[in-house]
């Protein structure tokens, strides 16, 4: 089994310490997150993490109105936006491109689901979710990882594939993502192994579909 997956996410660490440094928009999303496993009530949690952060009144209100207009949903929104900035500025091993379709996503989807363990903690996050109550947000969320994590690894289909690729990309990041959640300690290897299942399993269907349609004489 390659280990350049574990290798990689292993040394995102350092990255993600010196980002939440520069960005004081970032400072404020990863003390929210914190505040919000205390309480539940958005507003309440904002004004701890403003008086935290010594934010003045007029720029607190610009915040709560232009960055988290619909509360849970906006925070969710601003944290996917933060992961794929972090995605999109780390590098790509030398040898991505002598990678396997397979492996490429692979290895996007085992360094998003570290990045974000890294930053916010998955179990945080599955209570954020919960605490939203909004089911067609997190689909939107998932989808919206599903494309970024295809746009990184080069896909072009504008066709029915577009969404067909994005749609199983979703099952296999979402159990990962309740997989990490299930693990009472985090381990890397034991993921890939897990993720690697998850493609596999997919792949076969696919080869099995395939087949299916040939013998059926619809291919």
Same mark, same amino acid.
């Given at each position: ?5 574990? =290798? ?33 009530? /958005? ?9 935290? %952060?010594?934010? $003045? ?21 601003? %944290? ?13 091993? =030398? ?8 492996? =490429? ?21 599955? =209570? ?8 067609? $947000? ?36 979402? $159990?990962?993502?309740?997989? %990490? ?12 192994? /897990? ?9 076969? /269907? ?14």
């Amino acid at each position: 089994m390659n280990s350049i997956y574990i =290798k990689k996410c292993g040394n995102v660490n350092l990255f993600l310490i010196n980002m939440q440094k520069i960005d004081k928009k970032y400072q404020i999303l990863l003390d929210l997150v914190d505040e919000l496993m205390v309480t539940t009530v /958005f507003g309440f949690a904002f004004e701890n993490v403003a008086k935290k %952060l010594k934010i $003045n009144a007029k720029e607190k209100d610009k915040i709560l109105n232009n960055t988290f207009p619909n509360e849970y949903q906006s925070l969710n929104k601003e %944290l996917n936006t933060l992961i794929n900035s972090m995605m999109n500025r780390s590098k790509k091993p =030398k040898n991505f491109n002598k990678l396997r379709l397979n492996e =490429k996503i692979k290895y996007f989807v085992i360094k998003r689901l570290a990045l974000t363990d890294e930053i916010f903690d998955f179990k945080k996050l599955a =209570k954020l979710n919960l605490t939203s109550k909004s089911p067609k $947000n997190t689909f939107k969320i998932l989808f919206d990882i599903s494309d970024e994590i295809w746009f990184l690894v080069g896909d072009k289909s504008l066709d029915f594939n577009f969404y067909s690729k994005r749609f199983i990309l979703m099952n296999i990041y979402l $159990n990962s993502f309740l997989y %990490l959640i299930s693990q009472k300690k985090r381990n890397l290897k034991n993921l890939e192994i /897990f993720v690697e299942k998850q493609i596999k399993a997919v792949l076969t /269907f696919g080869k099995l579909k395939s087949k299916f349609k040939s013998l059926a004489g619809l291919k």
